[in-house]
C-alpha cells in the first residue's frame, strides 16, 4: 500500500456544520477533507490511496475535534469615547470583529461562506453618544488555561488591536446559561452653566408631574412613516447634579425613549451642552 499522508488543521474560510467528506480531483492526488465547526483537517494522498483508510482516519479524530470546538462565553466590559462616540451600532461591531481577527483570537465564527466571529453587543448606542458601560458578548474556544488566566490573555490580546478611544474595563466568563437583557440606562447632559435655570427645572418638574408623554418617532430611513409613542413610561427619573442632567430611562420588550427625544422634552438642542452626551450606566438583567 503506497499512500503519503499530510494531515493540518487550519481555520476554514468555508464552514461547515456536520461531519462530512470533500473529495477533490487535482490533476496527480486526491484531497480528503473532512470539516467540524470552524476546523478542516485536510488529507492528501495519491491516486491509489484508499479512500476507506482514510475515511477510518478521520472518523478516530472526531472526538478531538468535538472537544476542541467546545466554547466558553465571554463578558467584556468597555468605555467608548472621543471620536468613535460616532461609529454606529454596525461599525462598532465590525472595530470588534476585525480586532480579534488581527489578533488571531480562537473564538466561535458564523456558519457560511463568509464566516466572521461571532460577537455582540446587547444594547445598542445611540451615534454621538458616548459611553462608560458597553457589554460586548463572545465566545472563546476552550484551553489548557484556566479561566482567570484565559480572561487575562484575551484582555491583553484585544486590547492590543484597539484603536485610541476604546477601553476595556474588563473580561469575565458568563454564567452557564446567561442572556443579558438591559432593564434600565442612564445618561449625563452636560448643560452649559448659563441653562442650569429655574425655566429647565419648571420643565423637568411638568414633564416628571405628566401621566404621559406623546412623541411622534419617525420609523423609517426615509423619514415617510411616524408613528405617536408615549414614552412617559420609559423616564424613570429626571434630576440636576453637579454634572449636569442625570436621566435614566428604563428599557423593556416595549422599547425606550432615545437620547435625542430626551432633548427635546426638556427643549435643549446639542449647542447648549457644554461636552458630548454620555451614558454612564446599564443595568442588566443577569449580570
Not at 23 to 34: D, E
Not at 211 to 240: K, M, Y
Request: one cysteine or more; a positive charge; glycine letters at 6%.
Amino acid at each position: 500500500m503506497f499512500f503519503a499522508l499530510k494531515m493540518g488543521i487550519i481555520n476554514s474560510k468555508s464552514r461547515i456544520s456536520d461531519f462530512r467528506f470533500e473529495i477533490l480531483r487535482r490533476q496527480q492526488h486526491r484531497s480528503f477533507t473532512l470539516a467540524y465547526g470552524e476546523y478542516r483537517i485536510a488529507f492528501r494522498g495519491s491516486i491509489g490511496c484508499p479512500l476507506n483508510a482514510i475515511r477510518h482516519m478521520l472518523y478516530a479524530i472526531r472526538c478531538t475535534l468535538s472537544v476542541m470546538n467546545e466554547t466558553l462565553p465571554l463578558v467584556i466590559r468597555f468605555r467608548i469615547r472621543g471620536t468613535l462616540r460616532f461609529l454606529s451600532h454596525a461599525e462598532t461591531l465590525r472595530v470588534f470583529q476585525r480586532a480579534c481577527v488581527r489578533g488571531r483570537m480562537s473564538i466561535q465564527y458564523s456558519q457560511g461562506f463568509n464566516p466572521r466571529p461571532r460577537l455582540s453587543l446587547p444594547l445598542p448606542r445611540p451615534v454621538g453618544v458616548e459611553s462608560n458601560d458597553e457589554l460586548l458578548c463572545l465566545k472563546v474556544h476552550k484551553s489548557t488555561e484556566d479561566g482567570g488566566r484565559l480572561c487575562s490573555s484575551v484582555a491583553a490580546e484585544l486590547s492590543a488591536q484597539l484603536p485610541d478611544g476604546i477601553e476595556l474595563i474588563s473580561v469575565d466568563v458568563a454564567g452557564p446559561g446567561a442572556s443579558y437583557r438591559p432593564l434600565s440606562a442612564t445618561y449625563v447632559l452636560a448643560l452649559r452653566r448659563e441653562f442650569l435655570n429655574d425655566d429647565l427645572k419648571a420643565t423637568i418638574e411638568r414633564l416628571l408631574a405628566s401621566e404621559s408623554l406623546d412623541l411622534r418617532r419617525q420609523t423609517d430611513a426615509r423619514g415617510s412613516r411616524f408613528r405617536n409613542i408615549d414614552v412617559r413610561g420609559f423616564l424613570t427619573s429626571i434630576e440636576i447634579g453637579e454634572k449636569g442632567i442625570i436621566v435614566e430611562c428604563s428599557i423593556s420588550g416595549a422599547g425606550s425613549v432615545r437620547v435625542d427625544e430626551v432633548l427635546s422634552l426638556l427643549q435643549l438642542d446639542q449647542s447648549m451642552l457644554a461636552a458630548p452626551i454620555r451614558r454612564t450606566s446599564v443595568r442588566w438583567h443577569g449580570a
